[in-house]
């Protein structure tokens, strides 16, 4: 049998198994292993077509290294998957997003004119991709089919238009068969996924078999490979400058912005946990395939004719090294690769214009009213299948009329410049809320023509008489315009000059476009939800109310999806709320429910305006959300005075019920003050008046006896009077009268006078006295006899107050910095602690007081002085005994020495 | 003792892994775009290693490693899942 009829069967019958995979895979029960992330994986190499397969061996024995930036971009991207399409993910995830092109268009505002310029520019830049792949595809036939001697596979550069056609004709019908068979409630297509990573695994053994081949078959092994390689053609000093950077760039972007890429990592996506796999499995699968690449190319330059096509060197290598059975996987590997991008890339586009551009136009035509109109599900279907005919029509038109003589690489990296226009939308979808409708569409539509004038019109309009003018002298003779040099920008490399100024005209439109407006309220409702999609309890905003019955939602929803699917949301729904009725009860949150069920089917923006169709109501106005705002403005001004008037309430209320306690303390204390004094000055005016009147009562006293009345009468009279000059003393200091001036005086000496004249207490008390005093002079502002003052009361009271059988008193005087210090201490009962706080004040006594002398003015006396001379008088706090402390600012000339 | 000084810095690196990993997964891409820009791509050109050109060892070993930290992030940040 000849090679060639051996290939088609192998090809159909390699069809065969797929569409029985994806049979299978599409009845109900799914086997367990199509939702592991292997699998998931293994449908995102689908970003390995026949460029990758054919053409990145043709690339590096053009270029060298080159071929690697085609799979560094999106190793990039899926090794920081965490930032950008984890987000991507959770958003799609959450709004059943369909397509990149709804992805895009719910952003902004779920607008269709967004999603209707995102598709248009998918298609054009579709077309040279899917070229692409017939090209390969054809092309790999006629190199089976060439005589065994001609090897060199030149034919394969242009292929015959015969075979094309038949290629492209079956891949439509292959295509409509797998894609189109339902339309899935989340726009996910199981069993063609399961079909692509069998395709992968395939793509994969195949040319790692055809690598394996050059290195151990062809070559002797890596060292013979290597030493090759020095001498070879391939050049790996290929210059890492622009276009190396370019290239990554270029490549990372492809790989989030491609349609098909779009659909298989984010749309068919199950869990979120398989990109955590693919993140780094995918990278994988990239490195693998490069990696085998470059020996294929050093040896097929090695060992084939001079003048071979180095795309097809992946099949003519093994056919030169006599390996029938290597050249038929390697056949295989490279069909898979071409059907899988097709597929893909053809649903996905399909979607796009079915729900994007067709749909939107059916809307809005007069005699396709939704509710007099035909099943929409069928109508759906329809166009989608028509939509995948037209979609491989113009790339096979594409390859008729496009300058696809150059190296497959090439053509591909006018798709990916084409598909990049859509990344400035998508980034600034993600990362800034400002970005509204116009600034897409104006980003979009310019980068979009600037790619078409400067990059896709040149490729396929070259040749032509008209255009050749153009692109020599510019049009209407303006050089500065000229498609290959834009504003006079010579880089003599068509790719990198196209990219650099339709990204350029792109992100300045989006930024231009989105900040010359302010955004609407849907805008802005949809970029909270879409850059803030991981903030805690982002969800979808939702249509308000209108008057829309269960009935008629129901109606719409079958039209959509299908009776039976739309019956399940229903009731599904109303028994997820405990509602006991068949229909659940319709408010806002159910029709933003069926809102989502429906844009899964028909993007954001149809489903959107079919709701609205029924509903009649538009989502909040602008003048509702800045009545609503303002409503909200002023009830938060409003709580906030109320709030700040209960505060000051409650504080003045505070310092009111404390000034009351201490007004009633203090009368009650002046009360007791009172009692107190008249009690004290009671009982030596007795006396005296008693005495007084036996004095006068009774003549024939004895004079001794009359002796010893008179000095009691004389020393109540001086007690009384020590009372009375107490009292005095008081009011004078509190007055702040004091009868002598400040004056810097030694407090070492009032504290010597105040010891002295305390002796003769101490002794009667049997009072052991501990002294250590300050060495030298010390000089305080003050008034010596009223410190001298000070130190009696603490001293007298320290004498008087004290219960214990073995009575210490301790005197310590000492400099502390600027600050002249007593402490006189005691080992008696000390200061009970409620009475610490109210000890200095005015008309207080100890508890023991009535045992003793004094109206309890002493330390308050005493404190008045003290703080009068700059001063403090405290009680420090001790474990047993009273221990009271003096401390005066000592003047500064005197410190100096003494410190 | 030196080595419970190293046993507590090691238990509080193993407690912010989650977000050493985040800053990780964060800054990964951008490493291996810096190494991969001409002024540090270009160093590797020309010269060979056992046989290998540099700059193919350097590429690929590049890859490698990439792959191998978003394993290591990938393991770190997985949810229960």
């Not at chain 1, 053409?55 to 899926?78: D, H, K, Q, W």
């Not at chain 1, 093994?318 to 390996?323: D, F, N, Q, S």
């Not at chain 2, 977000?19 to 160093?43: E, K, N, S």
Request: with cysteine; net charge negative; charged share 15%.
């Amino acid at each position: 049998m000849d090679i060639r009829q051996l290939a088609l069967l192998a090809a159909i019958g390699f069809a065969g198994l797929l569409f029985l995979i994806a049979f299978l895979c599409d009845r109900e029960g799914r086997p367990r292993w199509l939702t592991s992330p292997i699998v998931y994986t293994l449908s995102i190499s689908i970003y390995c077509t026949s460029w990758t397969f054919y053409g990145a061996v043709g690339s590096a024995a053009r270029n060298g290294l080159e071929y690697l930036t085609i799979y560094l971009g999106p190793t990039l991207v899926f090794v920081g998957f965490w930032a950008l399409l984890r987000k991507i993910l959770r958003i799609a995830k959450r709004d059943s997003i369909t397509s990149i092109a709804d992805f895009i268009s719910s952003r902004y505002g779920k607008s269709d004119s967004v999603a209707a310029v995102v598709t248009v520019l998918a298609l054009l830049a579709a077309a040279p991709y899917i070229a692409l792949q017939i090209k390969a595809i054809a092309g790999s036939f006629q190199v089976l089919g060439s005589a065994p001697e001609d090897l060199t596979g030149v034919a394969a550069a242009s292929p015959d238009p015969v075979v094309a056609f038949w290629i492209t004709a079956g891949l439509a019908l292959f295509t409509i068969l797998f894609g189109t068979r339902t339309i899935d409630i989340n726009e996910r297509h199981f069993g063609v996924v399961a079909a692509i990573a069998v395709e992968a695994l395939v793509k994969l053994v195949a040319l790692v078999a055809v690598g394996a081949l050059a290195i151990w078959g062809v070559a002797d092994g890596p060292a013979d490979l290597f030493a090759r390689m020095e001498a070879s053609a391939v050049p790996l000093d290929a210059p890492f400058g622009m276009r190396w950077v370019g290239l990554i760039l270029l490549s990372g972007a492809a790989i989030i912005c491609l349609p098909r890429q779009f659909q298989v990592a984010i749309v068919e996506n199950e869990r979120e946990g398989h990109l955590f796999t693919a993140a780094w499995l995918f990278p994988l699968y990239l490195l693998v395939m490069s990696l085998f690449v470059l020996p294929i190319a050093v040896m097929g330059l090695d060992v084939l004719p001079s003048g071979s096509n180095p795309d097809m060197f992946v099949l003519t290598m093994p056919i030169a090294a006599g390996r029938t059975d290597i050249a038929l996987l390697a056949f295989l590997g490279g069909f898979s690769s071409g059907t899988s991008m097709v597929i893909v890339s053809c649903i996905a586009l399909s979607t796009m214009i079915s729900n994007h551009l067709v749909m939107p136009l059916a809307l809005r035509a007069p005699g396709m009213r939704l509710q007099g109109g035909g099943d929409v599900r069928r109508f759906l279907l329809l166009s989608r299948r028509f939509s995948i005919c037209f979609i491989l029509l113009l790339g096979f038109v594409y390859l008729r009329t496009g300058a696809t003589g150059e190296g497959l690489a090439s053509i591909g990296l006018i798709a990916f410049a084409g598909a990049t226009q859509v990344l400035p939308a998508l980034l600034g979808a993600l990362y800034w809320e400002g970005a509204n409708r116009r600034g897409a569409v104006v980003g979009l539509a310019a980068g979009g023509i600037v790619w078409a004038y400067t990059l896709f019109l040149p490729n396929i309009l070259s040749g032509v008489a008209w255009w050749d003018a153009v692109a020599m002298a510019g049009p209407f003779g303006l050089d500065w315009l000229r498609p290959g040099a834009l504003f006079g920008l010579e880089t003599g490399d068509a790719l990198m000059h196209a990219l650099f100024w339709s990204l350029a005209f792109n992100a300045l439109g989006l930024v231009v476009g989105s900040l010359s407006r302010l955004p609407t309220p849907i805008e802005r409702v949809q970029a909270a939800l879409f850059v803030g999609v991981f903030r805690e309890g982002a969800d979808e905003g939702t249509l308000r109310g209108g008057d829309a019955s269960a009935d008629q939602l129901f109606d719409l929803a079958q039209r959509v999806m299908g009776a039976d699917r739309a019956y399940d949301i229903f009731r599904n729904y109303a028994r997820a709320r405990g509602q006991v009725t068949e229909f659940p009860l319709v408010d806002d949150a159910f029709i933003g429910h069926l809102e989502r069920r429906m844009a899964a089917s028909v993007g954001a923006a149809s489903a959107r305006a079919m709701i609205l169709s029924v509903t009649g109501s538009e989502t909040i106005s602008l003048d509702e959300l800045v009545q609503i705002a303002d409503e909200t403005a002023r009830l938060m001004t409003y709580t906030t005075e109320i709030t700040k008037k209960s505060d000051e309430i409650e504080r003045a209320a505070t310092q009111l019920k404390a000034a009351n306690e201490r007004l009633r303390s203090l009368d009650r204390q002046k009360d007791e003050f009172l009692s107190q004094v008249s009690h004290e000055l009671r009982t030596p005016m007795t006396s005296i008046r008693s005495f007084t009147e036996i004095l006068s009562g009774t003549p024939d006293l004895a004079p001794d006896e009359r002796e010893h009345f008179i000095e009691i009468i004389h020393a109540e009279s001086i007690r009384l009077t020590g009372l009375l000059d107490e009292i005095l003393d008081m009011s004078v200091v509190e007055s702040g009268d004091m009868e002598r001036a400040l004056e810097p005086v030694n407090p070492e000496i009032a504290l010597g006078q105040a010891i002295d004249a305390c002796l003769g207490l101490l002794r009667t008390g049997d009072v052991r006295l501990e002294v250590a005093r300050v060495e030298g002079a010390v000089t305080v502002e003050g008034n010596l006899a009223r410190l001298s003052q000070v130190f009696i009361n603490i001293l007298s009271n320290a004498i008087k107050y004290n219960t214990s059988p073995a009575p210490v008193i301790t005197i310590e005087s000492r400099v502390e910095g600027a600050e002249y210090v007593v402490v006189i201490g005691d080992n008696g009962a000390g200061v009970p602690a409620g009475e610490a706080q109210s000890i200095f004040e005015k008309f207080s006594r100890g508890r023991s007081a009535g045992a003793h002398t004094g109206a309890g003015l002493g330390l308050s006396i005493s404190h008045a002085i003290v703080t009068r001379s700059g001063g403090t008088l405290r009680l420090l706090p001790s474990a047993g005994g009273a221990r009271f402390e003096v401390r005066l600012p000592m003047l500064a000339s005197e410190a100096e020495p003494l410190a | 003792m030196w080595w419970r000084r190293w046993r507590g810095c090691w238990a509080m690196m193993r407690d912010e892994r989650p977000r050493r990993a985040r800053d990780l997964a964060l800054i990964l891409p951008f490493i291996g775009m810096a190494a991969l820009m001409p002024p540090l791509v270009g160093l590797f050109v020309g010269s060979t290693i056992a046989g290998v050109p540099l700059i193919l060892a350097y590429l690929f070993g590049l890859w490698l490693a990439l792959i191998l930290a978003a394993l290591m992030v990938a393991w770190r940040l997985k949810g229960p899942d």
